[in-house]
């Protein structure tokens, strides 16, 4: 009797013992299988990654075309404003030179950089602010609103009043080819800092234009 019980008891345990070992290796599987594969999960979330991208996005030829544009624009204007402070007579003019330079001088600096990044040719400097660009005329405004070289010596000869009328009616002459040259790049342009100069630049000339037409006004 003691016997069969101690069979009984030996065959309850051998039982139990496989039970648990199918227990515990199904576990084991499922632990496995809800863990991430190599290269899987986290791995694919750095891989999805945008890294590398230039800032701004890309850019086009109008891009390149605008900033080559604009960069000997914006040295002529500082150049008449230039002249401004020591032939102007009016404050305001005075004044309204000195942003202006303020303004534009460090946009020069943008976009030469842009064109550098990108390996594209950044205009060269002249005295006229013109810049020298391959097949430039000189004699003729090779872009909206900018002055010729006799256009500029002309405005050096000036000053006092005389001075202040020439160069508020060049200069808003040259602020209008700013606006139609920035809206050319909103318009066509791929990179976004460049639009979004273009934009700035429409904003603030089309200001100055109206300042400056109350001025001449007043004179």
């Known amino acids: 009797m003691a016997s069969r019980r101690s069979l009984v008891r030996r065959a309850v345990a051998l039982a139990t013992a496989a039970?648990?070992?199918?227990?515990?290796?199904?576990?084991?599987?499922?632990?496995?299988?809800?863990?991430?594969?190599?290269?899987?999960?986290?791995?694919?979330?750095?891989?999805?990654?945008?890294?590398?991208?230039?800032?701004?996005?890309?850019?086009?030829?109008?891009?390149?075309?605008?900033?080559?544009?604009?960069?000997?624009?914006?040295?002529?204007?500082?150049a008449m404003a230039d002249l401004a402070a020591s032939r102007a007579k009016s404050p305001q003019v005075k004044d309204l030179a000195a942003k202006i330079k303020q303004a534009q001088d460090p946009e020069i600096t943008t976009m030469s950089g842009w064109l550098k990044a990108w390996g594209a040719q950044v205009p060269g400097d002249s005295r006229s602010g013109m810049g020298s660009m391959p097949g430039m005329d000189h004699s003729a405004s090779p872009m909206p609103g900018m002055m010729s070289d006799q256009d500029m010596g002309r405005l050096k000869g000036l000053s006092g009043d005389a001075f202040d009328k020439a160069f508020l009616r060049m200069m808003i002459g040259h602020h209008q080819g700013a606006i139609a040259m920035a809206g050319t790049e909103r318009a066509k342009g791929a990179y976004g800092p460049a639009k979004a100069l273009a934009k700035s630049i429409a904003t603030s000339q089309t200001a100055e234009i109206t300042e400056m037409n109350g001025m001449l006004g007043k004179q």
């Open 19 to 78: 039970t648990a070992a199918v227990v515990l290796a199904a576990c084991g599987g499922s632990s496995d299988s809800s863990s991430p594969a190599p290269g899987h999960s986290g791995h694919g979330m750095g891989a999805t990654h945008p890294s590398g991208t230039a800032s701004g996005g890309s850019h086009d030829p109008q891009d390149v075309s605008f900033a080559q544009g604009m960069i000997p624009h914006h040295r002529q204007a500082v």
